[in-house]
């Protein structure tokens, strides 16, 4: 099991970007599979992007395809969000997740064993 911490929300104009941090602690790094989700309100939660350990493999949601991106520092146990181009349909509560000996495609299923709190992002138009 891995404890996630969420950080770098917040509210920002259309057009502008903010970068995501998630940090883990408790369970070794290297056996988890990482991705991150959002949920706005009244809908439901939602892919975002995923990456596995070692970094070489990425997926997206064609949502955000071009606009986020995707990182981890294994160093530091921490992976990030990078999101330029916001949109004010970004606006969500966005969380980390962790799937032990997970892939980049069972991440985009949501089959994950640990989520962190989540942090807010606001996208003003």
């Known amino acids: 099991q891995v404890q996630l911490v969420e950080s770098g929300g917040g509210l920002v104009q259309a057009g502008g970007s903010l970068r995501l941090s998630c940090a883990a602690s408790?369970?070794?790094?290297?056996?988890?599979?990482m991705g991150w989700f959002r949920q706005a309100p009244g809908k439901e939660r939602e892919f975002v992007a995923a990456?596995?350990?070692?970094?070489?493999?990425?997926l997206y949601a064609d949502s955000v395809k071009g606009r986020f991106t995707i990182s981890n520092d294994n160093a530091k146990s921490a992976v990030y969000l990078q999101m330029n181009s916001l949109k004010p349909e970004d606006t969500a509560v966005y969380s980390c997740a962790a799937g032990r000996w997970g892939s980049v495609r069972t991440i985009s299923r949501q089959q994950v064993d640990d989520w962190g709190q989540g942090t807010q992002v606001t996208v003003s138009s």
């Open positions: 408790g369970d070794s790094f290297s056996r988890y599979a």
């Open positions: 990456i596995n350990w070692s970094g070489d493999s990425t």
